[in-house]
């Protein structure tokens, strides 16, 4: 991704879009540390800047076919009943959260699990993040199992 613009930052802008340009009345937020911590309250309640706005815009165009949005709507396409959602998001926690060990474990616990997926392809036209479903899998098993 390109670099923010100066001033802002991910979870300064968030904080700012989540708090005031949006009818959010509560968010679990996990946070690495005592600089993500101040980072990110010292942009809640206080409204978008034009640098908060473009770096929102930069995080939502990196994440189109990149980041899962956890809407499901690819299960009801899936005959094998690979549960998409949940597999990314844990590789999620893996790669954003940085707890391998949490995410290994909840990916063991799955009755299915990327191996299940036959890459036939159907659900990705339905994806509106435009994943590639089944690479996104198969990098997800990489990591988890
Ligand atoms: S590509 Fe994989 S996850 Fe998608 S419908 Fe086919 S088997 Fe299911
Ligand atoms: S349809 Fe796409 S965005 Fe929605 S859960 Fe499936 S992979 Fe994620």
Known sequence: MRKFPAGTSTYHALARWLTTATDL?????????????????????????A??????????????GRVCGLCNTCMEHCANHVPVADILRYERY????????????????????????AACGRCVEHCPQRMQIPDALAAAHALLA
């Open 51 to 64: 640098s908060d706005a473009r770096a929102i815009e930069m995080m939502t165009a990196y994440a189109a």
């Open 94 to 117: 893996a790669t954003d959260y940085r707890d391998l060990r949490r995410a290994r474990a909840l990916y063991a616990r799955l009755e299915v699990d990327a191996r299940g997926c």
């Open 25 to 49: 009345t509560a968010a679990v937020i996990q946070i690495n540390g005592l600089d993500e911590f101040a980072d990110t309250c010292s942009g809640a309640g206080k409204s978008m800047r």
